[in-house]
C-alpha cells in the first residue's frame, strides 16, 4: 500500500505477478484510500484487445469517472484503425487538459492487450510526454512490451511484482483467522508459506480445504500452480453429494452462472439455492459485483474443472453448449448464445443462433456485435445465408466497408439457395444495392428514380417497411419534403409492428426533418420532445433521438443543452453509426464552440468532421462543412483567410466558369456550395455577386417545397441587396410574411449572417415582436447606438411603458413583475429604449425624461 501510494509522484505504477496474487484486491484497497485522486478503474476481459472496444470502453471510464474530461476530444473517431498512436495518445492528452485534480487511470489485467501493438504503442507515446496530472496504474500478469528503461533511469516507475505480494508470517496468520482457521499450528503455517511462496490463492484454498475436509487435508498438499487446483478440486468434489459434484463440473462451462440458467442447462433443481450456499462457503464460488444472484468460477479452478469434466463426461458437452445457447438465446445474452453454439461444433445450430441474433442486432441498431461475428466466422458459408447476409450486408455498409460489402453482395446475387422464392431474393438484391448506392455514392443516389418501384415490389415481404423509409429518405434528400413525410409515417408505423425499433427512430428523425423542411420548427420540436422524453436509458436508438434533440434546442437557441447534448453523444458516434447522425452532431456542436468563443477549438473539431467524412467522399456532407467552415472563417480570422479557403477548395474557380450564371436542378450539395460562395464574395466585399449567386439558388428552391432552405437563401440575398438598414422593418415584415416568424429559428441567425443587426434595426424601427419570441431569441439582436437622442415620442407602447416604470423608480426586476415579462426580456426592451433615446444607461434615460416625468424616480 505504502508502494503504491509512493508511486503517485511518477508516471506509471506496474504490478506484474500470475493470477491469484492478489494484484485485484491489493488495487481496491488502495483505491478506497485515495481521496484526492480521481479515479478511472478499467478491468479487461479477452474482447478488450479489439482496438475500437478498448478505447471506447478507456473514454467511456474517463468520461464517467473524471470531472471535466472533454469527451469531445476522445472519440472513437480519434482512435480508429486509421489512427496513429501518435495520435491516439495525443488526444488522450488533449482530453484532460482541462482536468483540474489528479487523475489516476487504473487499467487491471492489462495482458490482455498484448496481442494488439498499436495500443501499446499508444502507451509508449502517452508515458513519453503523459499530462502532468495523470499516472497510470496498470496490473498484468505478465510484462507488458512497453519502453520503461528511460522511466526507471528517471525515476518514474514504481514496480511491484510477486515478490511484494507474498504473504509473510504474520498476514497468513491473519488469514487463517479470517477463514475461522485460528489454531493452525506454526509447523503447517510454516510448511505452507514454504509450499507456495507466499502465494496467497494458495494459501487460501488450502486453508479452506482444511476448513472443510479437516487439518489432514494438508499433510498432501503440493502448493504450486497446477497442483493445487488439481488438489483443492479433488478435495471439493470428494465431499460432495454426486448431484452437486455434477452442478460443479457442468457450470464451469459458463463464463458465470445464476441459479435459473443452473436449473434450465444442467437440468437441475433449487440451483439458485446451492449456489448461493457454496458462495456462502468461500469455496470456489465469488459474487458478481453489481449482478445479485450472479457467480463466478476463479479462473484457475474453472480451468480444472473444465478439464476434469472433458475427461469423465466428454459426450456431454455438445448438449450442454446446445442448451446453453438456447437459454442465453431467451435470456438475450447474444454474444454467450453464439460462444456455446461455436463451441457446440455443429453448423445448423451455429446459424439458427446467428440467424436469431443478427435479427435482433439489427433490429436494435447494435451493428457492432453483428461485425464482430463476422470477423471471427470469416469464411464460414452460413455467413450467406439469407437472413444472415441481408443485415450482414447493411452493417458493412453502413460501417463504411464498401468494398467488402459490394463483393459479399455480389455473391450472395449469384447464390440464392431456396430459402427464399426467386422473387423474394430479387427484391432484396435490389434493396441492398439501392441501399449500397445510398451511403456509397449518395449524389449518384438522389438522381434515383426507382424508390417508388422498389415499395411496390417489396409489399409482400419482410423488407417492405426498411424499403419505406429508404424512400421516404431518397424523398427528403430529392427535395420532395411532402412526399418523403408520407413514406416516413407509413414507414415509421410498419417498423414499429415489426419490431425494427432502431429504423423506426430513424424514421422519425427522418419525419422531423420532413417538418423543418417544410416550415414548421414547432411541429418538428413537438415531435423530437415527445420521442426523447419516452427514450429507453440505454439503446442505440438513444443516439437517434439524442441527435433530433440536439437540432431542437440548436433551433431554439438553447446552446448550452445542445452542447451539453453533443458531449453526451460524442463518444457514442462510431463508423458503424449514420452520416447523418454523425455530421448533424459534429457541425452543432462546433456552431456552439463558436458561438461560444472557443473558435480554435470549434476549428479543430470541424477538421475532425472532414478527416472521418474524407474516406467515403460523401459530397453532400462535404458541402455542408464546407458552407460552415467559410462561415466560421468570415466572421472570425476575416477577409484573407477566407480568400485562401475559396481558392483552396475551388468555389473562386466554379465562379469564374460560369457555375452560377443560370439555374439547375436543386441538389442540396450544389446549395450548400452556393451558400459557401456566398459567405467568400460577402467577405470579400462583393454584394452584389453574391446577390446573383442567391437569386439563381432562390429559383432552383422554388419548385421544392423547402421552406427553411428558401428563408436562408431570401435571407442572405436581402442583406445582399440592402446594405443599409432604412428599409429594415419592410424587410423583416416581408420576411414573416412569406415564411412565418416561427421560421426565424437560431439556424437562420447562424447561417445568414448579420440578420441579428437586421431584425435589430426593425425593431430600432417600430417593429414589435412577441415577448415568447424575444424570450428565445432576444439576446441575438444586434446592440444599436442612435447617432442622435431620439425622442420618447418614438418608443413603441410597450416601451413607453417600461420607459414609465423605470421613470416611476421600479428596478428591473420589478419591472418584470408589472409587466408579467421575463428579467431578461426587460432587460432587452430598455436596451432598445437606450438606443433611441440615444443614452448609455438607466441615469441618463431619467434625466433625459422632462421633470415633470422624473419627479417620483427623484423622490
Known amino acids: 500500500m505504502q508502494k503504491l501510494q509512493g508511486g503517485l509522484s511518477g508516471r506509471l505504477t506496474l504490478i506484474t505477478a500470475p493470477a491469484g496474487y492478489g494484484k485485484t484486491t491489493l488495487i481496491r484497497q488502495w483505491l478506497a484510500t485515495n481521496p484526492v485522486a480521481a479515479i478511472a478503474l478499467l478491468a479487461l476481459t479477452d ?42 495518445a495525443e488526444a488522450l492528452s488533449c482530453s484532460l487538459a482541462g482536468v483540474e485534480q489528479p487523475v489516476v487511470l487504473v487499467i487491471d489485467d492489462f495482458q490482455y492487450l498484448d496481442a494488439n501493438p498499436l495500443i501499446l504503442e499508444t502507451f509508449n507515446h502517452l508515458l513519453d510526454s503523459p499530462p502532468a496530472n495523470l499516472h497510470l496504474l496498470l496490473a498484468s500478469r505478465t510484462e507488458p512490451d512497453l519502453r520503461m528503461s528511460q522511466l526507471r533511469l528517471q525515476q518514474q516507475l514504481t514496480e511491484l511484482t510477486m515478490e511484494d505480494l507474498r504473504f509473510n508470517a504474520t498476514e497468513t496468520r491473519k488469514l487463517c483467522s479470517a477463514l475461522d482457521q485460528p489454531e493452525v499450528s506454526q509447523n503447517t503455517l510454516d510448511s505452507l508459506l514454504r509450499l507456495t511462496e507466499g502465494w496467497v490463492t494458495g494459501l487460501r484454498l488450502a486453508l479452506l480445504a482444511a476448513r472443510r475436509n479437516g487439518k489432514e487435508a494438508l499433510e498432501n498438499f503440493a502448493g504450486h500452480q497446477p497442483d493445487v487446483m488439481a488438489y483443492f478440486g479433488d478435495i471439493v468434489l470428494r465431499g460432495l453429494p454426486d448431484s452437486l459434484r455434477g452442478l460443479c463440473l457442468q457450470s464451469a462451462l459458463f463464463d458465470r452462472i445464476n441459479g435459473p440458467l443452473c436449473d434450465q442447462v444442467l437440468r437441475h433443481s433449487g440451483s439458485a439455492v446451492v449456489l448461493e450456499e457454496l458462495a456462502r462457503q468461500q469455496l470456489f464460488l465469488m459474487p458478481m459485483e453489481h449482478e445479485a444472484g450472479w457467480y463466478r468460477f476463479h479462473p484457475l479452478l ?16 455438445p448438449e450442454l453448449h446446445s442448451r446453453a445457447a438456447d437459454s442465453f438465446l431467451k435470456m438475450g445474452d447474444l454474444h454467450q448464445a453464439l460462444k456455446h453454439a461455436q463451441a457446440n461444433g455443429q453448423q445448423l445450430l451455429l446459424a439458427n443462433v446467428l440467424e436469431a441474433a443478427f435479427t435482433a442486432w439489427a433490429r436494435e441498431g447494435h451493428f457492432s456485435g453483428i461485425l464482430f461475428w463476422e470477423y471471427r466466422l470469416q469464411g464460414n458459408p452460413i455467413l450467406l445465408r439469407t437472413a444472415i447476409a441481408v443485415p450482414l450486408i447493411c452493417s458493412l455498409i453502413l460501417s463504411g466497408r464498401f468494398d467488402q460489402a459490394a463483393t459479399m453482395l455480389e455473391i450472395f446475387r449469384r447464390r440464392n439457395s431456396g430459402e427464399v422464392s426467386a422473387d423474394h431474393h430479387r427484391v432484396l438484391v435490389r434493396f441492398l444495392a439501392l441501399y449500397l448506392e445510398l451511403f456509397q455514392n449518395d449524389t449518384r443516389f438522389i438522381s434515383r428514380d426507382d424508390y417508388d418501384d422498389l415499395v411496390q415490389h417489396s409489399r409482400h415481404y419482410d423488407i417492405y417497411p426498411l424499403c419505406l423509409c429508404m424512400a421516404a429518405y431518397h ?9 418523403a413525410l408520407d413514406y416516413a409515417r407509413q414507414g415509421q408505423e410498419a417498423l414499429k409492428q415489426t419490431g425494427h425499433h432502431f429504423m423506426a427512430d430513424y424514421a422519425g428523425l427522418i419525419i422531423a426533418l420532413c417538418h423543418r423542411s417544410l416550415g414548421r420548427p414547432g411541429q418538428a420540436t413537438r415531435v423530437v420532445e415527445q420521442a426523447y422524453s419516452t427514450m429507453a436509458p440505454h439503446g442505440a436508438n438513444r443516439i437517434l433521438r439524442s441527435t433530433a434533440m440536439v437540432v431542437a434546442l440548436y433551433d431554439q437557441n438553447r446552446l448550452a443543452e445542445a452542447a451539453s447534448l453533443c458531449n453526451d453523444l460524442l463518444p457514442k ?10 455530421a448533424t452532431v459534429y457541425l452543432t456542436h462546433a456552431r456552439c464552440l463558436f458561438a461560444s468563443g472557443q473558435t480554435d477549438k470549434a476549428t479543430h473539431f470541424l477538421a475532425k468532421l472532414e478527416h472521418i467524412l474524407e474516406p467515403a467522399r460523401n459530397q453532400r456532407f462535404l458541402s455542408h462543412l464546407l458552407a460552415e467552415r467559410l462561415r466560421q472563417t468570415w466572421l472570425g480570422k476575416g477577409r484573407e483567410r477566407a480568400e485562401i479557403l475559396a481558392q483552396r477548395s475551388g468555389l473562386a474557380r466554379k465562379l469564374q466558369t460560369g457555375e452560377w450564371d443560370q439555374p439547375q436542378g436543386y441538389t442540396e450539395q450544389r446549395e450548400r456550395q452556393g451558400l459557401a460562395t456566398v459567405y467568400w464574395l460577402r467577405a470579400a466585399g462583393r454584394p452584389s455577386t453574391a446577390a446573383r449567386i442567391l437569386r439563381v439558388l432562390a429559383m432552383e428552391l422554388r419548385e421544392t417545397g423547402l421552406v427553411s432552405r428558401a428563408l436562408v437563401i431570401d435571407t442572405n440575398r436581402h442583406l445582399c441587396e440592402h446594405a443599409n438598414d432604412q428599409d429594415s422593418r419592410q424587410t423583416v415584415n416581408n420576411l414573416i410574411h412569406d415564411y412565418g416568424l416561427h421560421n426565424l429559428t437560431r439556424n437562420l441567425f447562424d447561417e445568414a449572417p448579420g440578420f441579428g443587426s437586421l431584425l435589430s434595426a426593425a425593431t430600432g424601427q417600430g417593429l414589435e415582436l412577441p415577448e415568447n419570441y424575444l424570450a428565445l431569441y432576444g439576446t441575438l439582436l444586434a446592440e444599436r447606438t442612435a447617432a442622435n437622442p431620439a425622442p420618447a415620442t418614438q418608443l413603441t407602447a410597450r416601451e413607453q411603458t417600461i420607459y414609465g416604470l423605470l421613470l416611476e423608480g421600479l428596478n428591473n426586476r420589478q419591472i418584470s413583475e408589472q409587466t408579467g415579462n421575463t428579467l431578461s426580456t426587460i432587460k432587452w426592451h430598455l436596451k432598445n429604449i437606450y438606443a433611441k433615446l440615444g443614452v448609455s444607461n438607466r441615469t441618463e434615460a431619467v434625466l433625459l425624461a422632462p421633470a415633470k416625468d422624473r419627479r417620483k424616480h427623484d423622490a
Open 47 to 88: 474482447r478488450d484487445g479489439d482496438q475500437a472496444r478498448f478505447f471506447g470502453r478507456l473514454g467511456e471510464a474517463l468520461r464517467t469517472s473524471v470531472p471535466r474530461f472533454d469527451a469531445s476530444a476522445f472519440t472513437p473517431f480519434d482512435t480508429g484503425n486509421n489512427a496513429a498512436p501518435v495520435d491516439i
Open 302 to 317: 474453472r480451468s480444472f474443472l473444465q478439464t476434469r469434466l472433458e475427461r469423465e463426461a466428454p459426450e456431454l458437452l
Open 475 to 483: 424523398h427528403l434528400q430529392h427535395a420532395r419534403p411532402a412526399r
Open 573 to 582: 458516434l462510431n463508423k458503424t453509426s449514420a452520416i447523418e447522425v454523425i
